[in-house]
């Protein structure tokens, strides 16, 4: 068979070319470069097409795409979030991903995201934190110390300037892996017994924990004034992690308001309860932090958004490297026409050889 | 680096491997074996979830994805159409599919879906006529002789015994590649001048045009009593094949009609016009053809349940053969909420290395 064409060959990062991507890079500056281009397209938000993701329920889990584009490119994540997977060694979330170019509709990039989302997961928190977090914070909180915890760590650092990490987990397995995979990177790490322990000092606080039964990580008279808090975890119908009270008094900014209030911690508000995009306060449209005394809530459920912007960022870092290969997905007959005459010169020169 | 796991590995079809697969298996078999695996997931027609497909539109084109699940399985299909693309010597229509297993989430089998598209669309029209035509059908005429044209005439050979076509398109270069691949092929074919010389005789006639502006493919002066019509081109909004008043006279009958009132032919009817789904005929819960003098007419546009059908036959092919290569895909950590550590492990055993 002859060689398909250049459009037919579509660039595929697998797991171990995104690992070797981001060990090459760096993690601290592929989320500072991730989040400043997030920022970038947030900036821009009225350009993207957007849309509630599109799921697809069973009893035990969800398969969700999330598309979106700019009017140049179109992305899409599939992911899904499945609890009991852990109990099999899989992995609760996986993802993968496709950037494809309006124009033709052509795919110009296929990748892995699991490891991708990881990190603009943790972009998107310190872009969040950047712009409503005390500017003096020096101090962060991880409450829930699963496989998001070190990305936040690394992400905040680097756009924060934090310098300490206090770790809490229900289970001190999780804290003492967290502990042991930030150990030499320019952070001070402390293992907490209690989640009151945790918050002592920080100004900054991410929720990330993943089991539905906990749905009270945080309440209201844990949480002092002037804090910033990520809310990570609580990304599905029925699945929270901070106490009402504490979003009755706090200033909220959400992604996309349609899709926060059916997934995030503003599920347990008034459907009209006042928020904050956040593209609004990034593009200088509404206020952030407005006081030092205000506590600053992001309610991140993750939005298609920040994946299109990942899957754009890789595919400009991926020329000249060596990180992907290619793969032969797009029919490509001589004739467009002519797809079954592709078809009968395969077989003749499958006969020849 | 260590090798991932087999969850890790998803099963990728290529366009070669695509083509090697169905020289393998001759593409009237395929045909009649995907049209056996949509028959039999049309007659459980209820246990899928459906819903229209989530369209991305731009000035030039449209992206689409296609999700469906029976519970058990889950798929998706990517696809784009983009009709100037022929000029730049790009396909109208590519796409690709993947199908996940529903309990866990993890994709099982990625593949192209340009070629396959054309099998399984050949395959539900040939299904279609196979319940609807006269069973003393031997001609059949297909106007338009574009990409889908030989995958029709092959496909409704196999399956309802023709041993005639006659092709008819305004480009007589189109019908002339489409003569070239069908010799040999066991048909008596016909070049025709025109559409009324194409239909003289036809028992089953497919219009498969591509082009938006040649809105009126067949008159209803030019059809007789006792055909049946696979009306395939006609798959979006304010784009149509037939005449309003051939509409009128036929029996209609539908995949999916939420999506065929707004694709398909019906688009020119009034939204409450009476049509019957397909799978209530197969499923022997609405008559199909109701008597010899009638006209039937399949007012094709293409549904996700057929592209999940060509998937779960695909996926049920490959075990065994070499048609298909593996991608590492899933990012799978030996504990799962060690995302990071299986990064720093990835540095370590480089550094080893």
Known sequence: MSLPSRHALVPFVSV???????????????????????E???????EFDKTPRVASHSDIGVIELMPTSD??????????GHPANTRQGLQTVTAFGLLADVATGYPILLSEMTVLTALRTAATSAMAAKWLAPRDARVMAIIGNGAQAEFQALAIKALCNIDEVRLFDIDTAATRKCVANLAGRGLRVVACATAEDAILGA????TCTADKQYATILTDNMV????HINA????CPGKTELHRDILIRAGIFVEYPPQTRVEGEIQQLDPDHPVTELWQVIA??????????????FDSVGFAIEDFSALRYLHQALPGTDFYQELDMIADPDDPRDLFGMLCRAEASAKVA
């Open 40 to 46: 970038d397209d947030f900036r821009r938000w009225p």
């Open 71 to 80: 009017g140049r490119h179109y992305g899409f994540k599939y992911v899904n």
């Open 284 to 297: 200088g449209e509404a206020p952030g932090r407005t006081d030092a005394a205000q506590v600053t809530l």
């Open 203 to 206: 100004q900054i606080i991410t």
């Open 224 to 227: 002092g004034g002037g804090v």
């Open 16 to 38: 171990e070319n995104m690992m070797r991507l981001v060990l090459h890079i760096g993690p601290e500056r592929m989320m500072v470069e991730l989040a400043q281009t997030i």
């Open 232 to 235: 990570v975890g609580g990304d």
